[in-house]
């Protein structure tokens, strides 16, 4: 029974976004942009239904947000245990050919936090070098004390540019590559005030599972 609740498409990707903070229904479907907002919305009622989630009001509007229940927050350790489970044991390359510049952006939206040494606001331009003109540009815009992403430009005054490729910028922020050396080999270029640019790696942060070393490439699982 618990496979056939859990085991559906995308139903672990949602869980991962609600564990993660996410409670409107816009800011889970940006987690999992992939997804279909009609099969969304029919996994949120599914997960409602069972006793995963609970569908609250806001006070403040007309719109509706989700809560994990008891029973959903529980669930916590297994979807965290399958992402450090692919981060210690899946290969690196094969997980770089399907990946999602929406997905990673999101993630470090989410996991990146502002704090006193930066201005408010202050504004980040990810210029990605390897991917659709379309989807080469990002702008983190941390404001009293919360970290926006956007994909069009407001006409921002940008603080730091990033220029990378979203390869590069993925292994850098899943951990599998150092932060500075790839500053120093020029493959991550960082222009703006040294005041912010030395501090870099400090604001922009890691992935949540980037702890967690790989295993020797001998034992890792291959897809």
Not at 61 to 88: C, I, K
Not at 147 to 168: G, N, Y
Request: proline residues 4%.
């Amino acid at each position: 029974m618990s496979s056939e609740f859990l085991c559906n498409r995308w139903t672990l990707l949602v869980l991962r976004e609600l564990l993660l903070g996410s409670t409107s229904f816009n800011d889970i479907g940006r987690g999992v942009p992939r997804m279909s907002r009609t099969l969304l919305s029919s996994r949120l009622k599914e997960l409602v239904e069972i006793g995963i989630l609970a569908k609250q009001k806001s006070r403040k509007s007309t719109s509706s947000h989700y809560e994990l229940t008891e029973s959903g927050r529980a669930l916590g350790p297994v979807v965290m245990s399958l992402a450090g489970w692919g981060q210690q044991w899946l290969e690196v390359e094969p997980s770089l050919k399907n990946f999602d510049t929406d997905v990673l952006m999101w993630d470090i939206r989410r996991n990146t936090k502002p704090f006193d040494e930066l201005p408010d606001p202050f504004i980040v331009h990810f210029c990605l070098t390897d991917v659709p003109e379309n989807e080469s540009d990002y702008w983190l815009v941390f404001e009293k004390g919360h970290v926006d992403l956007c994909h069009i430009d407001e006409s921002f005054k940008v603080d730091v540019e990033l220029v990378v490729s979203v390869r590069k910028l993925t292994k850098v922020w899943m951990g599998w590559e150092d932060f500075s050396t790839a500053v120093a080999d020029g493959s991550l270029v960082l222009q703006g005030p040294q005041q912010y640019t030395d501090i870099a790696e400090k604001w922009l942060g890691h992935s949540s599972v980037a702890h967690i070393k790989k295993h020797p490439p001998e034992r890792r699982v291959n897809y």
